[in-house]
């Protein structure tokens, strides 16, 4: 059973990776082994390998695996892309999520892609670091994606307070990259008219939860005032918190934008405790973690083209609350292990057939 699936992936992969046969299969069972367990620790992974082997057996070779290879950068975002039928211009999150083994500080910066439908891992940078990420880093980040989507594929970049500054701002005004990035209350602006006032003073009084005050001007509280000008907005949120975003975009529609930026949060926690466990790793390598946060994407990916296939053109059904009943996420994620159990043919399908239609990004 597990062969079939096994051997379905191992197609798939070796186009895009140079490995021998033998490594192939590993890669292609984590990945089954991740979703039918939802772990991605390697002693757990162990036991769902296939054959005679015994379980400590399996378990070296994980540990071979993850420390012997290598794979090229960034060798699943096109791959997750070209899987799902995704197209631009689509909406690119931000953010970092950080836990500890034992004393030491895992730190991912993540950008994902985030459509009416999917959230999903594109590119990573593994921080051998805690805390927050620094301007070189988030650059380097954008630089990695933009070798392999263009600007153009950007309909607007969506970012938290954490991810300002004016080396970064000037990075993505110089490259084109629409953004909609919220900011602290106490940054200054300087106007046009001499003036230099605080964010809270420039965007005062927004009445209610849908109004907003738009203003022009300049960022000068960060390394260093913004060479171009920056378009502010505002609105109440739920507790009366004033909501602020810099935008180079039409502020009423970068505002609505930024409400999907809590998409990459529930990318986190399908990662996490809601799919595939991902602080259950051991393994703190950046390198290692690398090549995990890989197969986590493509297992992801998994589950949401089995949610297409499922769910096809229609939505899943909402509570009276009107949320969804189940994520897309784990509507895909659920019924794909069964499939993996009991119906392989159909798991086979759902990774292998490449969608002839493409998904909307509204």
Not at 96 to 121: C, E, H, Q, Y
Not at 130 to 153: T, W
Not at 161 to 182: K, M, V
Not at 228 to 252: D, N, S, V
Request: net charge positive; aromatic share 8%.
């Amino acid at each position: 059973m597990q062969h079939s699936i096994c051997d379905a992936l191992m197609e798939t992969l070796s186009s895009q990776l140079d490995l021998s046969r033998s490594r192939l299969q590993t890669l292609a069972l984590l990945i089954i082994g991740m979703v039918n367990a939802r772990t991605v620790n390697l002693s757990h992974l162990a036991s769902q390998f296939p054959g005679e082997a015994h379980v400590a057996s399996s378990y070296r070779r994980l540990q071979r695996f993850f420390q012997h290879v290598r794979l090229a950068g960034d060798w699943s975002a096109p791959l997750v892309v070209k899987h799902l039928g995704l197209y631009g211009p689509w909406l690119v999150c931000l953010d970092r999520t950080n836990w500890k083994i034992g004393s030491r500080d895992v730190n991912i910066l993540m950008l994902a892609v985030v459509t009416r439908r999917f959230r999903i891992p594109l590119i990573w940078t593994v921080l051998d670091k805690a805390g927050s990420s620094s301007a070189v880093e988030r650059i380097a980040l954008m630089q990695r994606y933009l070798k392999l989507f263009d600007a153009a594929s950007i309909r607007m970049l969506l970012a938290d307070r954490e991810f300002i500054g004016g080396r970064w701002i000037e990075f993505l005004l110089e490259n084109n990259i629409p953004f909609a990035i919220r900011l602290k209350e106490n940054l200054s602006v300087a106007l046009d008219d001499g003036r230099t006032l605080s964010l809270q003073t420039l965007l005062r009084k927004p009445a209610g939860a849908g109004a907003l005050k738009a203003r022009a001007g300049r960022l000068c509280s960060m390394e260093a005032e913004s060479s171009k000008p920056l378009r502010f907005a505002a609105k109440r949120i739920k507790g009366g918190e004033l909501l602020i975003i810099a935008t180079t975009a039409e502020p009423g529609a970068a505002l609505n934008a930024y409400k999907k930026r809590w998409a990459i949060e529930c990318l986190f926690g399908d990662a996490k405790t809601r799919g595939l466990n991902l602080e259950d790793t051991r393994l703190v390598i950046p390198a290692k973690l690398d090549t995990l946060l890989a197969l986590v994407a493509l297992a992801v990916a998994w589950a949401g083209k089995t949610a297409s296939v499922l769910v096809g053109r229609g939505e899943i059904s909402r509570k009276t609350h009107g949320y969804r009943a189940k994520s897309w996420f784990r509507t895909g994620f659920d019924q794909l292990r069964k499939w993996i159990l009991y119906e392989p043919p159909r798991a086979i399908q759902t990774w292998s057939k490449i969608p002839t239609g493409r998904e909307s990004v509204v």
